[in-house]
């Protein structure tokens, strides 16, 4: 992963519980390849040190606004000078209501007045604190003021509690940090996905399936959604959690998956194939466990209905993207595809590891040729895809 090089990110710690979920954030930052500087409010240092964060970023971290590291006692203005962001996390209620009034009175406030970046905060606080008025204010100053506020979530909380103001996870996170730097290339697209297999039913407890993990969608449903467009995945029976902000349609058989995809195509610009739809389902399934016995048991199978080949034969269809796994012939059966399903893309890959893997290899096959893509983790291959998707309907097609 590297999705942050280059980027040089201001880490804000204030005071709240969730400051030992920011130790990890930071390390997630540094391993995604951002140059990460940790500002500690006095409060913030009560719950993790200074230490901590030095040793993830491999950085001095700050904490006082006097502090005589500083050469020309600037750090407010020398540490967010050409930074990318500063991410609060977490942002406790007393911090908001220092940024919604623009107070500065410590090293981090004073950053955040003086900065020309965009700010991030990821509140975190008990439930009551996150519902008075006084906080409902400050949270819509910010967001009016531009600042992008992410979460906080719903759960259990530190004070024993249990409602909104935990922290996000720092994955989820780094990940919505990431998001934000793409670039908008689908930003007011609308886009359906398909992912994981599906699951045709033999009886009440069997049936036919694959090994589809679903990475490979997902993770496309979240670089269409980092693009700036709307993003609504079907998903066969999988284990992948869902990316906020992306709406979610648990499906099982082909059938379902099909009747799914129909009742959303209409508000569709842009569909993008990735399940592993099963090609045949039972002819038959069983109302009760199929019992064992001493004959061989044979099973009729029916064709599945091709979902991406409807839906590319509509009258007016979306922008049709369909995805071809071989395990030879990948030029050929891929082309053969697009011609066949008349899509104007087709993301080939060549299935060296079986399915599941982190990282993929690919090639995309268009009108211009063919564009390969990797080895990288999926998540840069679909922001690849993403980009090549963007560039065709752009009409700048040509890499
Ligand atoms: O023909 P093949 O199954 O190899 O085509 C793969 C592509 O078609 C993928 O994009 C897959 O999601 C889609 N597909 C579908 N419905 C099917 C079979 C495949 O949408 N029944």
Known sequence: MAELNGKRLVLGITGGI???KAAELARLFVKDGADVHAV?????AQF??????????????????????????MAHIDLSRGADAIVIAPASADFLAKLAHGLADDLLSTLCLARDCPLIVAPAMNRQMWDNPATRRNISQLLQDGVIVLGPA???????????????????????VTGYFQPKVLAGRR???????????????????????????????????????????VCGPVVQPTPPGVARVDVLSAGEMRDAVLRHVRETD?????????????????????KKAAQPLILTLQPNPDILAEIAALPNPPFCVGFAAE??????????????????????????????????????????????LGPAPKIEIARGIVAHIGRMLTGNGRE
């Open 40 to 44: 500690l409010t006095r409060s913030g």
């Open 270 to 290: 842009i569909f993008i194939a990735v399940a592993a739809v099963a090609d045949y389902r039972p002819e038959q399934t069983a109302a009760q466990k199929i």
């Open 191 to 233: 886009v359906l996905l398909t992912a994981g297999p599906t699951f045709e039913a033999l009886d009440p407890v069997r049936g036919l399936t694959n090994l589809s993990s679903g990475k490979m969608g997902f993770a496309l449903a979240r670089a269409v959604r980092d693009a700036g467009a709307e993003a609504t995945l």
């Open 48 to 73: 993790v040190t200074p230490a901590t964060f030095q040793a993830l970023t491999g950085k001095p971290a700050w904490s006082d606004l006097w502090d005589a590291r500083m050469p020309d006692n």
């Open 154 to 176: 719903s759960g259990d909380q530190a004070c024993g509690e249990t409602g909104m103001g935990r922290m996000l996870e720092a994955m989820e996170l780094h990940d919505a």
């Open 327 to 372: 395990s030879e012939n990948l030029d050929e059966y891929a082309q053969g595809k697009r011609t066949s399903k008349k899509l104007p893309l087709v993301v080939g890959n060549l299935m060296r590891h079986g399915l599941g893997g982190d990282d993929n290899t690919i090639v995309m096959f268009d009108n211009e040729g063919r564009h390969p």
């Open 18 to 20: 969730a400051a030992y």
